[in-house]
């Protein structure tokens, strides 16, 4: 279970980059898509060269200042 001070509020834009939704946690932000979790964790950590998952683009919202 993820503890409460290491969540991170998750933004989801689409491709070309307009505002979608947004969501308290990575797992909140999947449950809420049906989406794997940790595809959008890797985006949102830039891993692999990750930007996108299922046509979106996944961002710490404190990344995206």
Partial sequence: QVIEKNKKKVIQL???????????SVI?????NNFNFSNIARCCRNCYGSKSYKGYIWRYKEDSK
């Fill in 28 to 32: 909140d932000a999947a449950k809420e």
């Fill in 14 to 24: 689409t491709k070309d980059g307009k505002f979608v939704s947004e969501y308290n």
